[in-house]
């Protein structure tokens, strides 16, 4: 069946630090791949999100490339922030009403 | 507005009680979503409903019942609570069909069972 894994946490750097957090996929046919992020004590919202091979969602200052190739959708910041520490969900379209998340990344980020 | 809320959102509570957890959503999707929360953050989708018809019900105790009056609402129905039950629940929903289509999510209900 269809599955997201994504790499474990929790994931410590400092301010201004670079940013990423592997999420690979295995899928039939081609799914939709988001990123999800989850703030302390909220809801899980999108973060960004890819429709097709090659495409690039944004969203915040992050960026994951839909990489048909490698089955792969990283996450990336050039610079992260103290108020970007979160849980980040990798997850994909399982085109069948349901959406495939992967565990969850935890992410610290030191001032 | 909201879009998608959820009450309560914390409930503690003791073995063996029956409690409710009620979802509504204002986005005017058709299919809404119950997932569990454990406390390494695993998500696990428990129910989704399609315009009040029950089309995912995954490998979840009959204790847990979902009952939906309409499509803005899907309720979670929980009976003789177990200490296991203590999670955080979360409410979803989503437009119709496949596709690019995301979840928005509740805040989430906390619930601990004593």
Redesign the interface.
Known sequence: GNSVTQMEGPVTLSEEAFLTINCTYTATGYPSLFWYVQYPGEGLQLLLKATKADDKGSNKGFEATYRKETTSFHLEKGSVQVSDSAVYFCALDDRDDKIIFGKGTRLHILP | DTA?SQTPKYLVTQMGNDKSIKCEQNLGHD?MYWYKQDS????K?MF?Y?NKEL??NETVPNRFSPKSPDKAHLNLHINSLELGDSAVY?C?S?AAG???????????TRLTVT
């Not at chain 2, 390494?40 to 998500?43: A, D, I, P, S």
């Not at chain 2, 496949?98 to 989430?108: A, L, R």
């Open positions: 998608v299919t390494k953050k695993f998500l989708i989704s399609n089309i995912i979360f979803a989503r496949t596709g690019s289509y995301e979840q928005y999510f509740g805040p989430g």
